[in-house]
Structures are given as C-alpha cells and as structure tokens.
C-alpha cells in the first residue's frame, strides 16, 4: 500500500534532478556512469548495466574511495551533459565511461577513465574477448581503476577490489542480471520477474552467491510493500540471506537483507544491527544498507545517530529519492517536522510522480498543525495515483486531523474490509478515529502475523496518542521492545 510504502521509507531507485547537499573530497571520488549497449538490441540493456553495477560493487570497497551508488550514477544517462557538469553535480574528482558491443559469444567492451575537472583522459582500453570471459575484463577494469587512483592520490585503502564472483556459466550470469535489471523497478510485477530470474540464475548455478542475494531482496521486498504476506515471504527471503553468505561472506548485499530481515520479521535487533553494520563495512557506498540501518536506529529510540545515517546515505547516493526522503522519516521519528518537511518537500519537488514522500510529509504537516497543507498533499497524491484505494488511508490521517471526522471514519470503515488490509496501518487509522478496541484487535493480530513495521512501535511518532495505555504497553512488550513511552510529550 502507498500509505505503507512512504511510511516504510521504501528503497526504490528513482532518481531525482537536484542532489542533496552532501560535501566529500571529490578527489578521492569515482562515478562509474552506465555503460552503453552498442549492439542495437535493447534486450542486451541488462548485460551493459550489469557490467556498470558489478564494477560499482567491486570498487566501493575500497575505504578512501567513495565510489556513487547506482541510482546517481544512472540518473544521467540519456541526458546528454558533459562530463565536467556530471562530476560536479555528483562531487567526484573521476568517471569510468565506457560501452559494450554483444554479439553472439563475442564481446567488445571499451573503458575509459577520466578526470573530471577538466576533462583529461586518464587511461582508456579496449577488449575483445568470449562473452564467458567478462569477470576476468571487470576484474581487470576493478584493478587497473585502483591503480591509477593510488597512483594519483596515494593510498585508497589496503582493501583490495572485491573480486566479481564468476558464475559457473553464462546462464547463471545473464539471468542474475536480468534479475537485477527488474528488481531495481521495484514495482510488483518486476519485483516477481526478479524473483524468477534468480531462481533461474540457482538453478543453473546452486552456488553463485550473487543470485541467492538477489532472491533474498525479492522475497523481502514483495512482503515489505505488502504484495504478498510477510509469513510466505520472509522465510523464503531468510533462507536465501543465509545461503548468499555462507557461499560469499564478502557479499554486502547477502548482509543487508538479513539485517532487514532480523528487523522487520524476526524482530532480532541485535542481529539486524550487526548484519545491517557489516553490510556496510563491506561496502561504505551502499547506500540502501544506510537506509535500512537508520530505519533500526529510529525504530531503537536511537535519533541523533539515525540522522546522521540516513544523511550518509543520502551523500553517498545523492540523486536517490529513496535516501533523501530517509532524511525526512528520521527527522520525523525524533519529532523535528520542521527540519522533516524541508527534506520531504524537496524529494517531492525534484520527481513529484514519485509518491513514496507524500505520506510522511502530509503527517508530518498534520503533526505541526498546518492541516490545509496535509489535505493538499493527500489529496495531490490521491489524484497522482489514479485514486488508488492504498492512499485513502493518507486522506482518512489527515481529514481527521483537520477535524473532517465523518469523512475519514467513512474510508476507514471501507478500507478495513479491504483483502490488502494491513494490520500496522489499520490500527494506526482506527487510532485516528479514536476507535481503540478496534486498534488493538488490529495490532494483535499484527503481533500473530509479524506484520510489516510493528518493529517500529515504540518509537513512531503517530502512534502517540496510545502512550501510556497499559494494552499499547502489553503489544510494545510482546514485539520485545521493551518498556513503552509512559506519557504523551508533545511533538
């Protein structure tokens, strides 16, 4: 559900025309920009993306290097900027530049390394090899990159580029990337494409961890937006987490979905914490693993820290909605709207077809009292959507706050019969509407399914209205939360 999703602060890879305002040393910074598919068959996109996500990966190991996450570095392609306004707009001092010609089992892939600042031509190179041989060319590309940047710089780091784990064959490779390919929509019909393509991906290579990673971030993802029930998925989700790093314990991703899966389902937090931190040991430009780790810090009571998270998140991936509206839920969370709804705003501002801020921003406005602004927003997001009934829920928080009672228990009554009713989310609107039995039946059978946000209970700040109530306190003890706020504080 949208009201869900924006409230989750869903990770998704859209991508946005103005960058938050990050600094870092562009000289110790690389953008690896999307490769181009020279081979005039758009069904090969994947395979020159998977080559530019796969070196992004690799890279990003290197602890001095800040190499941009995927999102910032694609939100350029087609755009046709030249390279210096490129790497200023994304504070790097290189780019990796590059194309990829498929034809058959023969590959032709060109690279080329440039300074930014005033477009000097470091290196370039071009190799002709079998398709099968593309690990060896990335590897190579990871090495003669780490080189060029010691050599210039000085020490990146003693880590050395994770090495691109080969598949066993090229089958296994080809649908792992067009695994990643639909998963990095993020809407539900590529989310379930991903899915088959990784399982595709095992079956042709039971040990290619990558794919098992992959399968992973699936199955959590589909329960997380609430596509499918999060008992089918997280386990499936789990097992697969598991199985990514016992074959490759160097996998940053294979980490990050276990951290989030200990989080949202298993209610582990000293798990999620760990994994979520290793994740990003692993590889300091995920972005997504900062996401998720200052999701856990909010949900801890821990405020300060999940800023100051969600904010490298946002710099290491500077075009990223997704991040940047991180930065708003965790101003939210700690109940600085103000500072919330500037982030929220400009995420809006920068793609407003992309919804997922206008949840927290209409709350956040409803939480300052500027109940006008929260109905606009609802009801812009509403008639965004087509009239999807998941952002009835959003209209229903926001009528009520602005005293339009009757309105907003009318859709909440006709949402609750709803087949997608999400238990958090009802109970939340039923709360609302002062509807309290009714809340905690909802929230009851939220702690029986392990829905979706409950790890969120005691910190998020629209649940205020039940602090102090010994039945609230009773669920935050039995998700193992601990003790409950004891009074209601203002926002």
């Not at 924006?6 to 110790?28: F, Y």
């Not at 792992?176 to 095992?202: H, M, S, V």
């Not at 087949?419 to 509807?435: C, G, R």
């Amino acid at each position: 559900a949208a009201f869900g999703d924006a409230l989750r602060g869903a990770s998704g890879t859209a991508s946005a025309a103005t960058p938050a305002p990050e600094s870092s040393d562009a000289r110790l910074s690389l953008a690896i920009l999307p490769f181009d598919n020279l081979g005039g068959d758009v069904a090969n996109d994947f395979f020159s993306d998977g080559i530019t996500d796969e070196l992004i990966g690799s890279l990003s190991r290197l602890p001095r290097l800040r190499v941009v996450s995927r999102t910032s570095a694609f939100a350029f392609r087609g755009k046709g900027l030249a390279l210096p306004e490129i790497g200023a707009r994304l504070r790097v001092g290189y780019a990796l530049t590059g194309s990829v010609r498929r034809a058959g089992e023969r590959l032709r892939l060109s690279a080329q390394l440039s300074r930014v600042a005033d477009d000097t031509l470091v290196w370039s190179e071009t190799y002709e090899r079998k398709v099968e041989d593309v690990f060896e060319v990335q590897d190579d590309l990871a090495r003669r990159i780490t080189t060029t940047v010691r050599d210039a710089l000085g020490s990146v780091g003693t880590t050395t580029p994770a090495r691109i784990q080969p598949a066993r064959n090229l089958i296994a490779y080809d649908q792992y990337l067009q695994g990643r390919y639909a998963w990095n929509k993020r809407n539900p019909t590529a989310l379930r494409e991903g899915l088959a393509c990784f399982q595709r991906a095992i079956e042709a290579d039971p040990d290619f961890a990558p794919a098992w990673a992959g399968l992973a971030d699936s199955h959590a993802l589909l329960a997380s937006s609430n596509v499918s029930l999060p008992s089918i998925e997280y386990p499936e989700a789990r097992k697969a987490a598991l199985r990514a790093i016992e074959l490759d314990p160097s996998l940053a991703d294979g980490h990050a979905s276990l951290g989030l899966i200990r989080l949202n389902y298993d209610w582990d937090w000293q798990g999620a914490e760990r994994e979520l931190l290793t994740a990003i040991e692993l590889n300091p430009s995920y972005s997504t693993a900062r996401q998720w780790y200052s999701g856990y810090l909010s949900s801890m009571g821990r405020f300060d820290e999940a800023i100051a998270m969600a904010q490298q998140g946002a710099a290491v991936d500077p075009y990223s909605l997704p991040a940047i509206i991180r930065v708003g839920i965790a101003y939210s969370y700690a109940g600085q709207h103000e500072h919330a709804v500037a982030h929220l705003e400009r995420a809006r501002s920068m793609e407003p077809t992309f919804l997922h801020a206008h949840s927290w921003l209409a709350n956040s406005y409803r939480e300052l009292g500027r109940h006008d602004d929260a109905v606009r927003i609802a009801e812009e997001a509403y008639a965004s959507s087509q009239h999807a009934a998941a952002f009835r829920g959003l209209l229903a928080s926001v009528y009520r706050g602005a005293g339009r009672v009757d309105e907003a228990r009318a859709i909440i009554h006709e949402l609750s019969h709803g087949s997608d009713a999400h238990p958090f989310f009802m109970a939340l609107l039923h709360l609302f509407i002062d509807e309290l039995d009714t809340a905690y039946e909802w929230l009851d059978r939220g702690v029986q399914e392990r829905s979706d946000m409950m790890h969120t209970l005691r910190t998020n700040p629209f649940f205020r209205p039940a602090w102090g109530d010994p039945r609230f306190g009773a669920i935050v003890r039995r998700v193992g939360l601990g003790e409950p706020p004891a009074a209601r504080p203002p926002a």
